[in-house]
């Protein structure tokens, strides 16, 4: 089947600075998308979504950041803090899927350092 | 963000054993459910979809007799390993649309499952 990957598994970033994480899919047809942080041992918590009739959206520290021409979605978030430090996941959902039903990216663990 | 409940967080279980995972949504019903398997440093693998009232779906190369669902009800929904081996060892979330016509779905806090 299709999947969602991720470019980079590991990225540090100090703290104060932002943070770009990248996920590129490859299901043309994903109508749907969503970003989840997972901290070690919890689920994971929603953070944002985006549809694919939109190329960004914001929220608080957070904005996320769609091309479909290239079929790659970001996460950015903002004066990243030491609580950001966790694993994130990029989500999608097909049309063609059941609804409601995602496919997850690799994940990115993103380490904030002092 | 809709609540999410599971029970237990954590078991350990002698290899042969069937092991029941709770899934509660505490503040709305759902219809739909979902079971992800979730082993270390990988992502999370869709099993299967829970409906209330009916028969899961399940994803290729999942065992639906070794993994039962039952969502009897729309604020409850189990998992049962049965006969569990070393090899089933994992965190088993759940998660729950937000409601008729909504898209996010949100996630359970995850159950670690230890077979011995």
């Known amino acids: 089947g299709e999947n969602v990957g991720l470019h980079l598994p590991t990225l540090s970033v100090q703290e104060g600075d932002n943070s770009i994480i990248n996920c590129a899919y490859s299901?043309?047809?994903?109508?749907?998308f969503i970003w989840y942080k997972q901290e070690s041992g919890k689920g994971p918590q929603f953070i944002i979504d985006?549809?694919?009739?939109?190329d960004k959206r914001q929220g608080q520290r957070v904005t996320v950041l769609l091309n479909k021409t290239v079929k790659h979605l970001s996460l950015q978030i903002a004066a990243t803090q030491p609580g950001d430090s966790a694993v994130y996941f990029c989500?999608?959902?097909?049309?063609?899927?059941?609804?409601?039903?995602?496919?997850f990216g690799a994940g990115t663990q993103v380490v904030v350092t002092p | 963000g809709a609540v999410v409940s599971q029970h237990p967080s954590w078991v350990i279980c002698k290899s042969g054993t069937s092991v029941k995972i709770e899934c509660r949504s505490l503040?709305?019903?759902?219809?739909?459910m979902f079971w992800y398997r979730q082993f270390p440093k990988q992502s999370l693998m869709l099993m299967a979809t829970?409906?209330?009232?009916?028969?899961?779906?399940?994803e290729q190369g999942v065992e639906k007799d070794k993994f039962l669902i039952n969502h009897a009800s729309l604020t409850l929904s189990t998992l049962t390993v049965t006969s569990a081996h070393p090899e089933d060892s994992s965190f088993y979330i759940c998660?729950?649309?937000?409601?008729?016509?909504?898209?996010?779905?949100?996630f359970g806090p995850g159950t670690r499952l230890t077979v011995l």
């Open positions: 503040d709305f019903q759902a219809t739909t």
């Open positions: 985006i549809r694919s009739n939109m």
């Open positions: 998660s729950l649309l937000a409601g008729a016509g909504t898209d996010t779905q949100y």
């Open positions: 989500a999608e959902r097909g049309t063609t899927d059941s609804w409601g039903k995602l496919q």
């Open positions: 829970s409906n209330e009232g009916s028969k899961a779906t399940y």
């Open positions: 299901n043309s047809a994903s109508d749907y």
